[in-house]
């Protein structure tokens, strides 16, 4: 019984983590001594952290 | 009038094209890879140059833009090579830039008509990693070169380009002295630059080529000018000052030689000034704690102030951002040490945990600037952020610059000791619950701090920073071993080699017990993944607690959206983790 409710959390869990339109790590990351999945609670977090748009550099030459 | 501005609306930051205030972006470069800066022909501005690298390996290649056929052509070519941005000539026929293509470590300078790559040459071989193109004289037949040997010393030259003879315009025997922002005059009789010869300030000052002659314009501001620019028609000066943190902004006529503050600037940090050919209107770059970077026109006959872009923010509100309060503390020496605090707000009550970020460098400043998501941290886990202005910081002149050079270098870890006590003095901050983290040099303070304060901080992310000078003297590209060499120390001499080997985090770090995070762009040409890979091994064999997280398409720092997410996404969880203690 326990094996099954833990394996349906993981099973929601992932499908929820899947059906969400934030990021996924990458082909290109390597990450070592931690988890991916506990990023999932973080990932709401998306629209506070992200400004949407930023000047972020400036070679601003006048025509 | 229209203008290029760099910005990031999907994953790398592009060019974009403007035409009005507040106008609508035109996307223009769609690459993989960022692409920041960018140059117009500057007759007809048919098309721009810009530069571009690859996975963030800084061997970055010039190429052509054309604004008729949006066609783009790759300048140069060749692997592992370093060009430099082109500057152009005046009749716009050629540019003149550095590269390091002989031999991977020297900067030479080549000219090349852009129209047609087959006319590129060498114009002079040049020893060293720090040589840089600065200006054309007006008619062309010379350039002013700058030769970078440290944050207190560099030298200007003028090149003829003809014959190729250089002529030296600063005493290189004189003594150090920190010359950069040189600009020719309008007639060619001499230039313009910024200093901090016989100052401790940085100064505008004028040289005259006929008598060497040095002007110094600027005498009655004690805080160092950070920027200059000349109108194009040779009859105003533009500067700016770097006034604890803000930036001010400042006039000459130079007919007349009167100077003026031009006070319409909102507080907040500004640069990248670029004066339009008419002589008038200005573009300026303009950032405050509650504004990301937003493009401005300043003209400069009315002073009036308009905006061309509108930041978004993503749901930030401005008025929610914490402004950040200037805190100094005394370190262990009884120097004043400066920083930038920012605060969460009264909702969260209590003492407040606190995160302190140490800048890279170390010859760099935090300003009290917009620090986008980050204010996460403050706003929603009612965390502090402490950033700290250490000894080696610029901004507060030479001697404060060189406080922490060669064997002074564990100095500025105690400052952040001193920083320490100073938390635990503060009534509302919570000297249990620290962290601290940094990138580059900031990365290497994170874990000195880790080493000799472990029993006093959480835990600590270190991005992109150097373990052992040793290793990382020997493995930085080598264009840039000896501009290190001056501030960390000359490693070949053996007592040298043996006092960094003493000083490093990896040789320490069996007395690091806090949490680490590493975080490490897989093509760093600064500090090699192998400083962040070798740290990472050390903790485990000790069986400390590393989370290790590295982007193989990235350099010193990530670039991309989707990479930069991740990586905050990560530190958040660190941080709820081990900082907050949350399960």
Known sequence: ?63 | MNMIITTRAENTAQLHMLESPLGSLLQITKEIEPVRNAAFEPTNGNYFLFLKDTGGDEFTHIYKYDLTDKSIDALTQGQRIQNGFPVWSNRGDLIAYTSTRRNGADRDIYIMNPNDPSTDRLLIERKGGGWGVRDWSPDDKYLLISEFVSRIESHYYLLQIESGLLIELTDKHKGEAYFSQGEFDANGTGIFFITDLNSDFKRVAYMDFGTKEIKFLSESIPWDVEEIELSKQGDKLVFTTNEAGETSLYMIELSSGNAKEISVLPRGVSGNMRFHNNGVDMSISINSARSSTDVYVLNTETEKLTAWTESGMGGLVPEELSIPELIKWNSFDDLEISGFCYKPPAKFTGKRPVIINIHGGPEGQSRPDFIGSSNYYINELGIAIIYPNVRGSTGYGKNFLELDNGKNRENSVKDIGALLDWIAAQPDLDAERVMVTGGSYGGYMSLAVSVHYTDRIRCAVDVVGISNFNTFLKNTESYRTDLRRVEYGDERDPEMYEFLESISPLNNAEKIRNPLLIVQGGNDPRVPRTEAEQMKEKIKSNGGVVWYLEATDEGHGFAKKSNSDYQRYVTVMFVKQFLLGDS
Request: proline share 5%; glycine share 4%; aromatic share 10%.
């Open chain 1, 1 to 63: 019984m326990r094996v099954t409710a833990i394996a349906i959390i993981f099973f929601v869990s992932q499908l929820l983590y899947s059906q969400s339109d934030f990021i996924t790590r990458g082909d290109n990351l390597i990450a070592d001594g931690f988890l991916l999945y506990p990023l999932q609670s973080v990932m709401r977090l998306r629209n506070i952290l992200n400004p949407a748009v930023q000047i972020s550099a400036h070679g601003i030459p006048l025509k």
